[in-house]
């Protein structure tokens, strides 16, 4: 139980163009999303917090125009990269926590390779 | 903001013999968790931990609970190749109930 998936694994896309990244928790209902990014050898850092039909919470220095977060069902977020730029090449991953565990409780997505050319 | 540094950052040790890493935080935590991350793949917890002192085992993995909430341990017995990866601790942040600071990491490799 407690699988999350990623849509798509990898992507390539050229500078300016804009990517969609999906979340899904298949088996259980998330009350909570959250979405990290992670660049080579380094740690994963929290990008954003989702709550399903509410606007998401942005962390410090992350740029909410250019990171749009949806959260319209119990079982789906996605983040969608506007006018991307070599620089947003990265790591992406999303974790979802069911609610009715522990809250600290979170459960990984495979990620998303995002290589902006 | 809250920093976990963790140590060593790699470690390259032979099939069979015994790991040990370690996490420390500026501040207090009343959770630890330990990560797993394979190259490629999304972070897998392999132990949580709720209160100081805990000592909790999962298979080969042992994990501990600092006793003054700051530090937390993570051994692994008798490495196997499949251990290789990179092992991460994380802890909520204060105040808000699942946000996470994940900790700088420990890089694994095991030869044979």
């Known amino acids: 139980g407690a699988v999350v998936s990623q849509h798509p694994s990898r992507v390539i896309c050229k500078s300016g163009t804009s990517v969609k990244i999906e979340c899904r928790s298949l088996?259980?209902?998330?009350?909570?999303m959250f979405w990290y990014r992670q660049f080579p050898k380094q740690s994963l850092m929290l990008m954003a917090t989702s709550n399903e039909g509410s606007k998401a919470t942005y962390e410090q220095g992350v740029e909410k125009d250019k990171f749009l977060i949806n959260h319209a069902s119990l079982t789906l977020s996605t983040l969608t990269v506007t006018s991307a730029h070599p620089e947003d090449s990265s790591f992406y991953i999303c974790?979802?926590?069911?609610?009715?565990?522990?809250?600290?409780?979170?459960?990984f997505g495979p990620g998303t390779r995002l290589t902006v050319l | 903001g809250q920093q976990l540094n963790q140590s060593p950052q790699s470690m390259f040790i032979q099939e069979g013999e015994d790991v040990s890493m370690n996490c420390t935080s500026s501040s207090i935590f009343n959770t630890w968790l330990w990560y797993k991350q394979d190259p490629g793949e999304g972070p897998v917890l392999l132990i949580a931990l709720y209160k100081a002192g805990e000592l909790t085992s999962n298979g080969r993995l042992t994990a501990q609970f600092g006793i003054t909430r700051k530090d937390s341990f993570l051994n692994i017995s008798a490495s196997i190749p499949s251990d290789v990866g990179i092992y991460f601790c994380a802890g909520p942040g204060s105040g808000t109930a699942s946000k996470l600071t994940f900790g700088t990491g420990t890089r694994l490799q095991v030869t044979l």
């Open positions: 088996d259980f209902q998330a009350t909570t």
């Open positions: 974790s979802a926590t069911p609610g009715q565990v522990p809250t600290d409780t979170q459960y």
